[in-house]
C-alpha cells in the first residue's frame, strides 16, 4: 500500500461506550485471516484520560481485530517529545489515571490538582463545604491532558499557579508575564457521547481557563505547546507512527497519502507557538492528507461555512481553538461518506487497492 489510515473514534467508531455497527464491517475488510492489517492503520484521538494500551484494548474488544499500542495516538503522545519538561514539576489537570499517563509520557514530578488542593486547602473556596498545613509548593509548567470533574477547583488552582509563577498561596504577580509554560492536549469545543447534542469538550474548559485569565490580567493565556487534532503536530506525530508500521512489514513503497476518517486536515497555527518539537521528528513525507467526514459524529453535512474569518466567530461551523487560523478550504471535507464501512470502500476504490 501507498497509503495509510488515520481514524478518528468518538463518532466514527463509537458513541460514548456504543459501538457504530459500521465499524466492524470496515475492519473485517482491513486485515487478512491472521489477523494482520493489509495497509498502515493509526488510531487518533483527542481523548486524554487513559494509557495507549488501555485505549488499545477496548477498540480489540469493539474491533474484533488485535489492536496495539503503537497503532494508537491519544491527544497527549507527543508530550513524549517534550523532554525539556520531563524533570521538572508540572501541575496536570484532567481525568483518569493523571500520574500513571504523566509518568508514561516521561515526566517525573507530576502532581495533580487534587494534590495540590490537599496541600493548599485554603485556595480552594467556591464549594462552602469544601473549604477548610499550608506547604510551599513550586511547579514549573501546567499540563491540561482534558477536562477535569470540577471545573471550578481546576480553573481556581491553575489560575493561582500561572499569576504566582508557581508558587500557589503567594500573593498574585500580575507583572509576571508571560506565565510559566502551559502545554494543552485536545482542544475539541464539544463531541458526541449517547445524548443527542454534543457535550462540552476540553476545548470549553480552555475557553473559559483563557477568558479568566484575561479578565483577570489584561492579557492573552499563552500555550507552550498545543496538540491534538487538528494541530500540524498531531498530524506530523501520527505519519511518523505509520511510517514505523510499514518499516516492520514487507512494505516498501513509500506512503504517499494519508485519509483522515472522521478527521479534517490540519490547520495552520499561529506563528509564535513553540515548535521546537519539529526537530524531534522526521519532515512529512505523505505528498496528501485527504479527510474523510463521516455523518455519524458531531459533523453536519448541511451546516454553511462561513466565507470570511470574522463571520466564523459568531458562527455555528467554526469551533477551532482561539490559536489556529480559520481556513474554510480546510474545514471543507475532501470526501463525505455515510459511515467508516462507506470510508474504507471509498479509499480501496480511490487507490485501486484490492485486498
Not at 519539529?278 to 467526514?293: D, I, K, M
Not at 467554526?318 to 455515510?338: M, N, Y
Request: charged share 20%; net charge negative; aromatic share 10%.
Amino acid at each position: 500500500p501507498s497509503f495509510g489510515f488515520l481514524f478518528d473514534i468518538d463518532g466514527v467508531l463509537v458513541l460514548g461506550k456504543t459501538p457504530i455497527p459500521a465499524a466492524r464491517t470496515a475492519f473485517r475488510k482491513l486485515v487478512n485471516s491472521q489477523g494482520q492489517f493489509l495497509v498502515p492503520v493509526v488510531f487518533v484521538t483527542n481523548a486524554g484520560n487513559c494509557l495507549r494500551q488501555k485505549k488499545a484494548d477496548q477498540l480489540s474488544h469493539l474491533l474484533g481485530v488485535p489492536i496495539s499500542q503503537d497503532q494508537v495516538m491519544m491527544s497527549h503522545s507527543p508530550l513524549r517529545m517534550f523532554k525539556r519538561y520531563h524533570e521538572k514539576c508540572v501541575l496536570v489537570s484532567g481525568q483518569g489515571p493523571l500520574l500513571d499517563i504523566a509518568q508514561d509520557l516521561g515526566f517525573c514530578q507530576p502532581i495533580t490538582i487534587e494534590t495540590l488542593r490537599e496541600k493548599h486547602p485554603l485556595l480552594d473556596a467556591v464549594d462552602h463545604d469544601r473549604r477548610p498545613n499550608v506547604l510551599v509548593s513550586v511547579y514549573f509548567s501546567v499540563v491540561l491532558f482534558g477536562e477535569p470533574v470540577r471545573w471550578e477547583t481546576s480553573l481556581q488552582l491553575i489560575i493561582d499557579v500561572l499569576l504566582t509563577s508557581g508558587y500557589p498561596g503567594n500573593p498574585y504577580h500580575h507583572e509576571n508575564y508571560p506565565h510559566i509554560p502551559v502545554l494543552a492536549c485536545n482542544m475539541d469545543l464539544m463531541w458526541v457521547a449517547e445524548a443527542q447534542s454534543p457535550r462540552f469538550g476540553h476545548g470549553t474548559f480552555m475557553v473559559c481557563l483563557e477568558n479568566i485569565y484575561k479578565k483577570i490580567t489584561g492579557r492573552e493565556l499563552k500555550y507552550e505547546a498545543l496538540m491534538g487534532k487538528p494541530s500540524p503536530l498531531t498530524y506530523q506525530y501520527a505519519e511518523q507512527l505509520l511510517r514505523g508500521q510499514a518499516l516492520h512489514r514487507p512494505w516498501h513503497r513509500p506512503i504517499h497519502t494519508l485519509y483522515a476518517v472522521g478527521g479534517s486536515a490540519a490547520l495552520s497555527q499561529d506563528s509564535d507557538m513553540d515548535h521546537g518539537w519539529e526537530n524531534q521528528l522526521a519532515p512529512a513525507a505523505a505528498a496528501h492528507c485527504r479527510s474523510v467526514l463521516v455523518c455519524t459524529g458531531v459533523y453536519n453535512p448541511h451546516s454553511e461555512v462561513p466565507l470570511e474569518t470574522r463571520d466564523s466567530i459568531t458562527g455555528a461551523v467554526f469551533h477551532g481553538h482561539r490559536d489556529f487560523r480559520f481556513d474554510p478550504g480546510l474545514v471543507e471535507p475532501d470526501h463525505i461518506v455515510p459511515d467508516v464501512d462507506a470510508a474504507v470502500d471509498l479509499v480501496f476504490q480511490l487507490e485501486n487497492f484490492a485486498p
